[in-house]
T-cell receptor
Framework: GENVEQHPSTLSVQEGDSAVIKCTYS??????FPWYKQELGKRPQLIID?????GEKKDQRIAVTLNKTAKHFSLHITETQPEDSAVYFC?????????????FGTGTRLQVFP | DSGVTQTPKHLITATGQRVTLRCSPR?????VYWYQQSLDQGLQFLIQ???????AKGNILERFSAQQFPDLHSELNLSSLELGDSALYFC??????????????FGPGTRLTVL
């Protein structure tokens, strides 16, 4: 069945360092890969997404890369700040028979220490 | 603020009871999705509605049901509640253009506690 694996489950970095979170998906038909940031008790918020026709996308300090052959995509955060501390979820989706449900990874708790 | 609203914010009830969670999508969005977030299961897709019709089902229990009304708001009904149903329930909405995966925007969630 459809599955998304996410690593690591926890990540601690010093302020200013970079953070990388990696995900692997099982369904080769997946074509949309969003990343959500969730602060404690709050809703998941989209921070960046990438579609299968693009290999890399960047938005200020955040970038996502996609390797379709390996079915692998990664989130890169540079110059981390304490406010980046949260749980990050990757997800995969495909438009199929009218549905584009999101299959989520298990989440990465990022802690940025000042 | 995503534009997706959910009520109530918190719900505390007893085992065996029935509750209804409500979601209003962003203006113009036709699709509504329900997700369950528990500590041990992460974010799990439950069900999707598009313009009033059920579009897809995930691992939704038979005790759970949902519907989308003509004004596009949606309700998730949970019955014969068990302790394990305690979780955060999120609603998300998207425009849902045919053959194209649109961004899903999440509501603030309803925290359900079953005692």
């Amino acid at each position: 069945g459809e599955n998304v694996e996410q690593h690591p489950s926890t990540l601690s970095v010093q302020e200013g360092d970079s953070a990388v979170i990696k995900c692997t998906y099982s369904d080769s038909a997946s074509n949309y890969f969003p990343w959500y940031k969730q602060e404690l008790g709050k809703r998941p918020q989209l921070i960046i997404d990438i579609r299968s026709n693009v290999g890399e996308k960047k938005d200020q300090r955040i970038a996502v890369t996609l390797n379709k052959t390996a079915k692998h995509f990664s989130l890169h955060i540079t110059e981390t700040q304490p406010e980046d501390s949260a749980v990050y979820f990757c997800a995969a989706s495909k438009a199929y028979r009218g549905t584009d449900k999101l299959i989520f990874g298990t989440g990465t708790r990022l802690q940025v220490f000042p | 603020d995503s534009g997706v609203t959910q009520t109530p914010k918190h719900l505390i009830t007893a085992t065996g009871q029935r509750v209804t969670l409500r979601c209003s999508p962003r203006s113009g969005d036709l699709s509504v999705y329900w997700y369950q977030q528990s500590l041990d299961q992460g974010l799990q897709f439950l069900i999707q509605y598009y313009n009033g019709e059920e579009r897809a089902k995930g691992n939704i229990l038979e005790r759970f049901s949902a519907q989308q009304f003509p004004d596009l708001h949606s309700e998730l009904n949970l019955s014969s509640l068990e302790l394990g149903d305690s979780a955060l329930y999120f609603c998300a909405s998207s425009v849902d253009q045919r053959g194209y995966t649109d961004t899903q925007y999440f509501g603030p969630g309803t925290r359900l506690t079953v005692l």
